[in-house]
């Protein structure tokens, strides 16, 4: 580096202070924050590839299964099978982004910049959870949407998808009306007809992104209440991934019971548009919706008392 | 103006800070002195409001930090140069620091040149040597043309062009009328920079005074005479009351008169003096004196008294 002297410099005078420095600045501080570290890019990328990708090559193989056997077609849940991914793997990655967002700024000892800046940690802590959800609710919904047209796109020579725009008819029932042959499969009649309303479509690809920047918002809260990324992480994973799969190890009334509380029972509802095609131990869609939501909140809750109490 | 009143810190059950009262005034280079350990930093988070006091209180112009309404503009600190996000280059880092306090952007570009980054403003901060990180760290403080400027152990870690560099840039800060706070466990460091000095040992004040108090309050301060007629100025001397003591090379070392006082009872006296210096006591001598009782991490001799407990002691 060259040799410095500080008087070939000369800083301008700054504008007169008005006011005082609050929301508006911590907004703008906090999406340069979002925007400037390569950790949102690969997170964000990933979230569209993975869900997108998988989604179009479920939905690429489900297509072979539709027209091979026409069976499947009884009640196929176009919508939902083409979101799995999303909801599925895509808020875990999503959920890394909502803990790195909090964490990385312990890991990296930034904190103590921040707050040194701007010392009303409330603020700081506000305006971060409300670009993160911001830019996490445009991204899920870009990835929601454009799963589920990729997704329609791959089954859309067998006539059995659903529209965002009309309501689509398929067939309700598959009644077995014979074995079949050697390497073709039995013979089907197809009976009843579902109707798949434009409403239910859109409430599912929009409710699905909902859901999975509420288990974004879970790991930011976590991230700020353990503040370590691994551990964050972790405890994302426990709670989205482990627990489940315990809960379905439990004798079958007491899972019945209990799994409607759980954040994760919400993904496998809201992303339903066939009638009857959800499990009927959980709530409707909404209701499982809240249960979500109150997770959320209440760990973001946590997350801001902590923030606010703990030494930086 | 930066005060803290009966600053009370703890972490568990080890109290870092211990009752600490001080003022910081403007327009000088106050340093803030201890060991390593003895609490400087902890005082200064406590003061930026990133740690909590247990007990007492600080206010920076009569306000709580969290309470002023552009802390930019009123404090720029620098705690710590490796408290940046790496991934994030320079330019982003300084523009998310200046939002906070909707400072203009142009500002950032401003104070990358003048810290010399410019050329390096669009590289993450990841691979930053120290020095750099350091003036990045500056860069940030300067953001908002604060009154005060706080920096912790600000030259560790510096190459001696970046050390001089650093200390012309406080010196040409506080000759702008700003409070300069800086703390250093480098003594020698302080002696160049420091107008006032606060000294902490173990969480508690030892000293609060200008830095020629300081050198001279110590028992070090003497002066040295060379005269033909040692040992009838010795005589003179004593009977003066002031301690004389001859040294190896002939020299008298004088404790308890001033020169002036030398000059005239040698005149008085009829002694030729080949020689009359007020032998300052190095800052370091000084300092090692007063907190001779508080530094916490002693480094034991190896094979006294307790043999492997050498601590190595952290920067």
């Given at each position: 580096m060259a040799t410095i002297t500080t008087s070939d410099v000369r800083l301008h005078t700054l504008p007169p202070a008005i006011g005082r420095a609050g929301l508006r600045g911590a907004l703008a501080s906090e999406f340069t924050k979002l925007r400037s570290v390569r950790s949102t890019y690969w997170a964000l990328g990933a979230l569209l590839i993975v869900s997108i990708g998988v989604g179009a090559l479920v939905m690429g193989g489900e297509s072979g299964s539709l027209t091979h056997n026409i069976a499947n077609r009884a009640g196929f849940d176009g919508t939902q099978v083409s979101l799995i991914p999303f909801f599925e793997i895509g808020q875990l990655i999503i959920g890394v982004l909502g803990a790195l967002t909090i964490t990385s700024e312990y890991s990296t000892g930034m904190i103590r910049t921040s707050l040194t800046a701007m010392p009303r940690r409330g603020v700081v802590y506000a305006a971060k959870a409300i670009v993160f959800t911001g830019v996490t609710l445009v991204f899920a919904l870009i990835t929601s949407f454009v799963a589920f047209l990729v997704g329609q796109a791959m089954v859309a020579s067998t006539r059995e998808g659903a529209s965002l725009f009309g309501n689509v008819k398929i067939p309700a029932n598959a009644i077995f009306s014979g074995p079949g042959g050697p390497g073709s499969p039995p013979k089907v009649t197809l009976q009843g007809i579902d109707v798949i309303s434009a409403s239910t479509v859109l409430r599912a690809v929009v409710g699905t992104a909902l859901f999975v920047t509420l288990v974004a918002l879970i790991a930011f809260g976590l991230g700020a209440i353990i503040r370590h990324t691994a551990g964050a992480i972790a405890t994302v994973i426990g709670l989205m991934f482990i627990i489940p799969v315990i809960i379905q190890t439990l004798p079958q009334n007491w899972r019945q019971d209990i799994m409607r509380f759980f954040p994760d029972a919400a993904g496998r509802v809201i992303?339903?548009?066939?009638?009857?095609?959800?499990?009927?131990h959980l709530w409707s869609s909404w209701p499982q919706m809240i249960v979500t939501a109150c997770y959320a909140v209440g760990l973001l809750a946590i997350g801001a008392y902590m923030f606010r109490k703990r030494d930086a | 103006m930066i005060e803290v009143r009966g600053l009370t810190k703890r972490y568990g059950a080890k109290t870092a800070v211990d009752s600490l009262t001080f003022g910081i005034e403007p327009g000088k280079v106050t340093g803030f002195l201890g060991p390593n350990g003895a609490g400087k930093t902890t005082t200064m988070r406590c003061i930026l409001g990133l740690d909590y006091a247990d007990e007492g209180t600080v206010t920076v112009d009569g306000k709580s930090y969290p309470g002023l309404a552009y802390p930019m503009r009123e404090v720029g600190a620098l705690i710590?140069?490796?408290?940046?996000?790496?991934?994030?280059s320079a330019r982003n880092h300084l523009l998310c620091l200046a939002q906070t306090n909707s400072l203009p952007k142009r500002r950032v570009g401003e104070v990358l040149e003048l810290v010399g980054l410019t050329e390096v403003a669009g590289k993450r901060s990841k691979g930053f040597s120290l020095g750099m990180s350091q003036r990045l760290g500056i860069a940030a403080t300067l953001l908002g043309d604060p009154k005060v400027l706080m920096f912790d152990e600000p030259v560790n870690g510096l190459d001696p062009e970046g050390i001089l560099w650093i200390r012309n840039l406080m010196r040409a800060m506080a000759a702008e009328g700003r409070t300069v706070f800086v703390s250093s466990h480098l003594m020698s460091e302080m002696e160049h920079t420091a107008d006032h000095l606060i000294v902490i040992g173990r969480g508690k004040l030892i000293a609060d005074c200008t830095m020629r108090e300081f050198i001279a309050g110590s028992s070090g301060a003497s002066v040295r005479v060379r005269t033909p007629s040692a040992e009838e100025f010795v005589r003179a001397i004593t009977a003066k009351g002031a301690t004389a003591a001859t040294d190896e090379d002939g020299s008298i070392e004088v404790r308890g008169m001033t020169t002036e006082q030398l000059g005239d009872l040698a005149f008085s006296e009829g002694i030729r003096l080949h020689e009359l210096t007020t032998v300052r006591a190095s800052l370091e001598e000084a300092f090692m004196e007063l907190t001779a009782s508080s530094v916490e991490y002693r480094a034991d001799v190896p094979g006294a008294q307790q043999p492997s407990t050498t601590i190595g002691s952290g920067v």
């Open positions: 992303s339903v548009t066939v009638p009857g095609g959800g499990d009927p | 710590d140069a490796k408290a940046v996000h790496g991934g994030r």
